[in-house]
């Protein structure tokens, strides 16, 4: 086989059912572009899926879905780590690499319930589950009178909780749900102007080892440039404010007639205070219109909240 073709790659992922379809997905993928080659996964269980008694912004965040993967990656285990990449952490170690932000699935929120059609639909003092800072702030800002309560687990086990009747609704990616074929569930995709989402969601990434100059090869054909761009751009602006599970941020762009149209907000937990942004520029500086949109939100208020935030 010839030195640019792959012989075998093993993937490093997750263990839940979501992590595993989008192993299992860049799999199928990796095998139609390299035919004759051996890919396998390498399932591990990260701290993210272990500690399920509190929110994530309360035990160190986005780290805790990647560390193991990347340990794998380190010791050569593994080749690559699929992730979604809401979940990588805004700064990685210099000695990993994310050469590939694949097609962008449906980005958005999906309001999940099967008493109401919307947020709006919802008659004061209903409850929804979310444990999402950024989901929850604004609800907050919107529909003040509705109660927000913690929501974690994986994904069958947020529905199962709806379905207990714990919540009147609850708050996914909608990517998620497609993806394991439960798009039946999804009441209603969620605007941007009601739920702008978190950055990088919806887009699946692969990370290696900064040096695998040859698997960075393997996996040039499977990048999406308008999703590099549009996920670059997000990561900017949270990179820029700091962002973790603990700041109430959203980032979202689009493409439009090959132009980058990005959206960014920040907001107090409550929702008493949100600020918002948009800008739009080319997509070859994408992580420069991130900064700028970021420096736009300090500029309108999200300072004080940053500080406030600590
Ligand atoms: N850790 C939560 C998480 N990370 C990625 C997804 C959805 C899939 C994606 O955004 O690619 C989810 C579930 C959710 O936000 O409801």
Redesign the pocket.
Known sequence: MSQSSPERIVIATRESR?ALWQAEHIKARLEALHPGCRVELLGMTTRGDQILDRPLAKVGGKGL?VKELETALLDGRADIAVH????VPMMMEPEFALPCITAREVPLDAFVSSRYESLADMPPGAVVGTSSLRRESQIHAQYPFLGVTSLRGN?DTRLRKLDEGQYDAII??A??LTRLGLGERIRSVMPAEVSLPAAG????GIECLAARTDVIGWLQPLVDADTTACVLAERAVARALAGSCEVPLGAYAVMREGRLWLRGFVARPDGSTIVRAEREGAPAEAEALGRALADDLRAQGAEAILAELG
């Open positions: 979501l879905f979604s990449m809401k979940d994904l996914l990616a990517a998620g969601q919806g887009a699946l």
